[in-house]
């Protein structure tokens, strides 16, 4: 188990901010448990939520345009 460090666990969340927290550990050697320790440890909760909620507002709103 290699404990990531801010960056690295920032840079994976930039890379694909829809990974879930189980896929991090497993490409890096961690529990989901610790990976969601880190994200609080390291405050990149509110950080990759808001990521998130920024892709899916934007795959909503290309939805709904093609529904009209």
Do not use: C, H
Not at 23 to 48: C, P
């Amino acid at each position: 188990m290699t404990r990531l460090t801010k960056d690295e666990l920032q840079k994976m969340i930039d890379e694909n901010p829809l990974q879930s927290l189980s896929s991090i550990g497993e490409a890096t050697g961690n529990s989901r448990v610790a990976i969601e320790k880190l994200l609080k440890t390291y405050q990149l909760d509110a950080y990759r939520n808001q990521k998130i909620k920024r892709l899916r507002g934007e795959k909503a709103r290309k939805r709904r345009d093609y529904q009209n």
